[in-house]
């Protein structure tokens, strides 16, 4: 059985990159089809392309001279249609136009405020301080997917938790930056110094296992909130959700996240009920 068609031409790579990261969502474009919503699968690399600018450039002034970029593409594409191939995609569909600019604009200076904060003090100030970014990505998705009323809490805030959880799987490699994975209570609580986190040790584990616990309260608390997801972001946070609770009690915590998700009949069961809500909800 052959996969479902994905865009080409210029836009095929920014793709790439969106599924290089979040390789499941191959299964949720068997349900949301590329040739049918070209601006959902942009967007979603959108969004790829805006985190890779805010957290995959190590030097400050070069995430911001991209990020600037984005910023002045997106104030003047729904004038000029744009010159990036996913904003031409995005705003030759008539959702685009009916999105303010300030909430086009939000995630790009969300990011850039953001580029030079350091650790979190505890969990909630590590969760409100994704919740700006990722948030205002959130509501974004939600306002193309369901229209400007569709209310983007719960999005919001699983944007923010899988973000964390992806960071955590970094730790090790992100031992240096400002920001760290976990925030300083939990790194005091177990006695951890930064040179710690490239070494596995059993107050390294038991920082990660109390750090999946909060996360896991977390999501079980967004379930609550209100607004719908995106087909995408119902499968990142299933596959997210699954990830985290195996690695819960596992010997080694990081290694488990490190392995990432295993994907499979079940992911794509869930990216075709996601789809299922999607249309449903849109079709009221």
């Keep these: 059985m052959s996969g479902p068609a994905i865009p080409h031409g210029a836009l095929q790579s920014y793709v790439d990159k969106w599924l290089a990261v979040q390789p499941a969502q ?3 474009l068997a349900f949301v089809d590329p040739a049918k919503y070209p601006g959902h699968v942009a967007l979603a690399a959108l969004e790829q392309e805006l985190l890779a600018a805010a957290y995959g450039i190590r030097e400050p002034h070069v995430a911001l001279g991209k990020l600037n970029w984005w910023a002045e ?4 594409a729904a004038a000029s249609g744009g010159r990036h191939p996913l904003t031409q995609v995005l705003f030759d569909d008539e959702r685009a136009h ?3 600019t300030e909430r086009w604009l939000a ?3 969300a990011a850039m405020a953001q580029l030079e904060e350091g650790t979190a003090a505890d969990f909630p100030a590590q969760v409100a301080a994704a919740g700006s970014l990722h948030g205002a990505l959130a509501a974004l998705e939600t306002a193309w997917w369901y229209g400007e009323g569709a209310a983007a809490e719960r999005a919001a805030r699983v944007a923010a938790l899988a973000h964390l959880l992806h960071a955590l799987r970094r730790l090790q490699d992100d031992a240096e930056r400002d920001r760290l994975p976990l ?5 005091a609580r177990y006695g951890l110094a930064r040179g710690a986190l490239r070494q596995r040790s059993a107050a390294r584990d038991e920082a990660i296992e109390a750090q999946l616990a909060d996360l896991q309260s977390g999501w079980r608390e967004a379930a609550r909130l209100p607004g719908p997801l995106s087909v995408f972001r119902a ?3 299933r596959e997210a959700g699954r990830l985290l609770r195996r690695a819960r009690g596992a010997d080694d915590p990081l290694a488990v996240l490190q392995q990432g998700g295993q994907g499979g009949f079940g992911a794509t ?3 075709w009920r996601a789809a299922r809500r999607w249309r449903t909800a849109v079709a009221d």
């Design 235 to 237: 499968l990142e946070s």
């Design 98 to 100: 009916a999105i303010a």
């Design 73 to 76: 593409e997106l104030s003047g």
């Design 107 to 109: 995630p790009v200076l």
């Design 269 to 271: 069961f869930a990216a």
């Design 26 to 28: 191959r299964m949720a």
């Design 183 to 187: 925030p300083m209570a939990r790194l």
